[in-house]
């Protein structure tokens, strides 16, 4: 072969090589920017009140704080710690609402309602602002939160202590609507669990949940909860003629035959 012919022959082959490397950065290139489209278009939209996606929240935790009697500090600190445990399990995009227990059966305070945005871990530098995103999630999710939180001790003595019918309502108008029906669905409920209306008192009737069971609140405060999952957080009160063994026993009959879950119930520390 002559010089000539060789030459040619190894102009071709670089020409060749040089255009199978371009289209492989090409490609190369084109697989990134649509890795990075999908990423940004996965990332859900919020709505800027609630910081819920619009399309709804993947699920909703609800708590449940009872403040119709004072607690001890130190009862109030471990609750701090176990609420703060509670809101940190609650997932990007899942919704929070924290309620109130008042004397008046047919009424609850919401002190909180909205959803994770998701914090700085939950974004890069490619597809979204970390900066941004770590403030809103603190702006609009943990700091009211923590203030939530610095007042559980705020608690005030009441005529009542309607736990039932707090949870029903919570069922009711929280996990009962349309838009929830599919999702998961926790309730916490942070109190000394001891029933106390005009229609049943463990003060006066016991734990015995026979006795219960023949008293009209069954009928009255009875809730589907479908499935649900409750957690227990019991504050612990002196002189009671019964124990938290028996308080968890009663309260463990009334979640399952209104077909919830007992998740765990826990004994807080200190007492008052």
Same mark, same amino acid.
């Given at each position: 072969?002559?010089?000539?012919?060789?030459?040619?022959?190894?102009?071709?082959?670089?020409?060749?090589?040089?255009?199978?490397?371009?289209?492989?950065?090409?490609?190369?290139?084109?697989?990134?920017?649509?890795?990075?489209?999908?990423?940004?278009?996965?990332?859900?939209?919020?709505?800027? /009140?609630?910081?819920?996606?619009?399309?709804?929240? =993947?699920? $909703?935790?609800?708590? *449940?704080?009872?403040?119709? &009697?004072? #607690?001890?500090?130190?009862?109030?600190?471990?609750?701090?710690?176990?609420?703060?445990?509670?809101?940190?399990?609650?997932?990007?995009?899942?919704?929070?609402?924290?309620?109130?227990?008042?004397?008046?059966?047919?009424?609850?305070?919401?002190?909180?309602?909205?959803?994770?945005?998701?914090?700085?871990?939950?974004?890069?530098?490619?597809?979204?602002?970390?900066?941004?995103?770590?403030?809103?999630?603190?702006?609009?999710?943990?700091?009211?939160?923590?203030?939530?939180?610095?007042?559980?001790?705020?608690?005030?003595?009441?005529?009542?202590?309607?736990?039932?019918?707090?949870?029903?309502?919570?069922? /009711?108008?929280?996990?009962?609507?349309?838009?929830? =029906?599919? $999702?998961?669905?926790? *309730?916490?409920?942070?109190? &000394?669990? #001891?029933?106390?209306?005009?229609?049943?008192?463990?003060?006066?009737?016991?734990?015995?949940?026979?006795?219960?069971?023949?008293?009209?609140?069954?009928?009255?405060?009875?809730?589907?909860?479908?499935?649900?999952?409750?957690?227990?957080?019991?504050?612990?009160?002196?002189?009671?003629?019964?124990?938290?063994?028996?308080?968890?026993?009663?309260?463990?009959?009334?979640?399952?035959?209104?077909?919830?879950?007992?998740?765990?119930?826990?004994?807080?520390?200190?007492?008052?």
């Amino acid at each position: 072969m002559s010089r000539r012919r060789r030459r040619k022959s190894d102009s071709n082959l670089g020409t060749i090589i040089g255009g199978v490397a371009l289209f492989l950065a090409t490609a190369a290139i084109g697989v990134g920017v649509w890795v990075l489209h999908n990423r940004a278009q996965a990332k859900p939209v919020l709505d800027k /009140v609630t910081l819920c996606p619009l399309d709804g929240p =993947k699920e $909703i935790t609800a708590i *449940l704080l009872d403040v119709t &009697d004072p #607690i001890s500090d130190l009862t109030a600190t471990d609750l701090r710690n176990q609420f703060q445990e509670v809101v940190a399990s609650v997932p990007a995009g899942g919704l929070i609402q924290v309620y109130t227990l008042t004397e008046n059966p047919s009424q609850l305070g919401l002190s909180f309602s909205g959803c994770n945005p998701g914090d700085a871990s939950t974004v890069d530098d490619w597809t979204g602002n970390p900066r941004l995103v770590k403030e809103r999630w603190e702006k609009g999710f943990q700091k009211p939160l923590d203030e939530v939180a610095a007042r559980m001790n705020e608690g005030v003595a009441g005529k009542q202590s309607p736990i039932l019918a707090g949870i029903q309502r919570i069922n /009711v108008e929280a996990f009962s609507a349309i838009q929830y =029906k599919d $999702i998961a669905k926790r *309730l916490v409920v942070a109190s &000394d669990l #001891i029933e106390h209306t005009s229609t049943y008192s463990m003060y006066s009737d016991g734990v015995d949940y026979s006795k219960f069971q023949r008293s009209g609140a069954p009928d009255q405060f009875r809730t589907a909860l479908n499935g649900a999952s409750v957690r227990l957080l019991e504050f612990q009160r002196p002189g009671m003629k019964f124990d938290s063994l028996q308080l968890a026993e009663f309260w463990t009959k009334w979640i399952m035959s209104n077909d919830g879950k007992l998740d765990r119930f826990t004994r807080l520390e200190g007492i008052r």
